[in-house]
């Protein structure tokens, strides 16, 4: 089975590449690829950037595969997913995501989870959740600590931005005309620094705020599986749009 997350290591960095074509859609198997390739990273030391990236063209990631939202596959789904970013949230290295094209739903938490996001001018942004009949609870969790009140009009409206506005209310870090030469010059700049300056003050960054991320997560992931998982609309959305017909909500 050919893999859907390249490794490829270019000191000071390790790339991974997103590479599930058309849309980069993230099934069980390509998140467990994931975590397994930032598995190793605590022992990694020696390096001082991790970069996600895609590997088909115009497109980042559209997010998780719907049909592991389904209540009978959310529950393994959410571990599988969540554990991801404990992992990236835990690691010594800085995190870039290079987002070219659709970045959306799971794809846009991992993408804005990172702490340097570039984007091209053609990179769109947003959590289409809210039309499946869900949220996404990394970003719930993660997201109004980075881009404020704005986070509550990304869930609540599903709406998409582009890479400028995405800029602009913080979602993206710069936009670029040249990604490739962009993550390099980033990744140039971090290797000159101090790989333990570089840990410790990504740590104290991630945890001065009111209290830690895998806190904020667990709320976030405990009221999705007690309240969202068993209601009518949540299993409408992902039957909905796998029968490709529009949704018929009950508001419960």
């Known amino acids: 089975m050919t893999p859907a ?13 997103l590479e599930r074509p058309p849309l980069n859609v993230l099934d069980l198997a390509a998140i467990r690829e994931l975590h397994l390739a930032l598995a190793q990273l605590p022992a990694r030391r020696d390096l001082k950037l991790v970069v996600l990236a ?10 998780v595969d719907v049909a592991d939202h389904a209540p009978a596959r959310a529950g393994e789904m959410l571990d599988a ?21 659709h970045c959306l739903g799971g ?26 009949g869900c949220f996404p609870p990394v970003a719930a969790a993660w997201l109004p ?7 509550f009009d990304l869930l609540l409206t599903g ?7 995405a800029a602009r209310v913080g979602l993206a870090t710069e936009v670029v005309e ?19 300056a570089l840990a410790t003050a990504r740590r104290a960054l991630r945890e001065g705020r009111d209290f830690g991320f895998s806190e904020a997560l667990a709320r976030s992931e405990a009221l999705y599986r007690s309240e969202l998982l068993p209601s009518h609309d949540a299993q409408e959305g992902v039957r909905a749009f796998l ?3 529009p949704p018929r909500w009950r508001d419960r």
């Open 145 to 151: 600590r980075v881009i404020g009140r704005r986070a």
């Open 81 to 101: 997913f969540h554990s991801v970013f404990r992992l990236l949230d835990a690691a010594p290295q800085a995190t870039l995501a290079a987002v070219d094209g």
């Open 54 to 63: 895609s590997r088909v063209a115009g497109c980042f990631s559209a997010g």
């Open 178 to 196: 040249d990604l490739e030469a962009a993550v390099s010059r980033t990744a140039a700049l971090l290797g000159s620094k101090s790989g333990l």
């Open 243 to 245: 029968e490709k017909r």
């Open 5 to 17: 997350v390249t490794v490829e290591e270019h000191a000071p960095a390790l790339w991974l590449g």
């Open 159 to 165: 709406r998409t931005l582009d890479a400028a506005e």
């Open 107 to 132: 794809g846009c938490e991992l993408a804005t989870f990172c702490d340097i996001v570039l984007a091209t001018p053609r990179a769109r942004f947003g959590f289409p959740e809210i039309d499946l």
